[in-house]
């Protein structure tokens, strides 16, 4: 069903492994698809855990991203708790890059608590570009990770470690025959955007930005086209948007918008309210359904297989 045939198909969904029941149950393996996501955390700005909360997940921003062999974070949320802990359950020492959008909260928050940084055989290479020098995504997260916001956990850290910095519209060489393009979004301080392409697949992950009052971001209608998953920024209802126009954020509409504009093949809704319990979330599920078949909303433990093995 997720053969080269299914790709060619707009009407034909990815393959979607709901597995919102099954959290923490280890990470995913890659081996079916030549790309597969997993999220580990789905909520924007600050987590949201409790009953009303309990399907779609309350924990922040955290996708795993396996390109066959090659393991790749997007974001790391207080979802990346949950990653890292299925992570070490594996025994097998993590190599993996961390690909940051920006280093708000609810991007980075997870970080100290991820098993693998305290694991010595771990090979963690963080990247970030959205800061301009004298700063870096070493001397943010550092900061993040010490006195007086945290204990010095970074002290005990034990994984090889490495930050690299680039600027937007850089290529990211993370290995061969995998490409990562990056652009820049519209945020307060600044976020990236990302996409992914491995073995004739694509994703974009694009989460905090908002339109400009005109219409689309022709940048981003640019960078995301023709690809077949789109993960983006659905914060805000369209009710909502207009008294917290300029904070960063989009809606599911604009999204669908976009999706339609750049021939994406599927729309992933993500970074949802904290505010937006489950039932808001069904209403908006329903509501993009109706609007634009085969769209999805994030879940913690979905997973979706995307292409076809390389
Ligand atoms: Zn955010
Ligand atoms: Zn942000």
Known sequence: MAGRQSIARRDQPLRNKDRARARGTGPVTG??????????????????PG???????????????RCGPHL???????????????????GVPVDADILLTHTHLDHISGLPFFAPLYDPRARLRFWGGHLAPPDGIR??????????????????????????DFVPEDDLPLHPGLRVATTALRHPGNAIGYR?????????YITDTE??????????????????????????????YPSRAGWGHSTWRAGADLADAAAVRC?????????????AMDAIAAAVEERRPGSLVAKEGMQLEVGSPP
């Open 31 to 48: 081996n079916g698809s030549a790309m597969t996501l997993r999220f580990w955390g789905v909520r924007g700005t600050l987590p949201a």
């Open 51 to 65: 009953a009303a909360t309990v399907r779609y997940g309350g924990n922040t921003l955290c996708v795993e991203l």
């Open 72 to 90: 790749l974070i997007l974001d790391a949320g207080s979802g990346a708790h949950v990653l890292g802990r299925a992570l070490a359950a594996t």
């Open 139 to 164: 001397k943010a997260l550092l900061l993040s990770w010490q006195a007086p916001l945290q204990p010095n956990l970074h002290a005990e850290f034990r994984a090889h470690t490495a930050f690299r």
């Open 196 to 204: 992914i392409d491995w073995g004739g697949a694509s994703v974009c």
């Open 211 to 240: 339109h400009p009052p005109d219409g689309l971001d022709r940048n981003l209608l640019r960078f995301v086209a023709g690809t077949d998953v789109m993960i983006y920024d659905a914060t805000y209802t369209e009710t909502e």
């Open 267 to 279: 729309l992933v809704l993500f970074h949802h309210h904290p505010d937006h319990d489950d039932s």
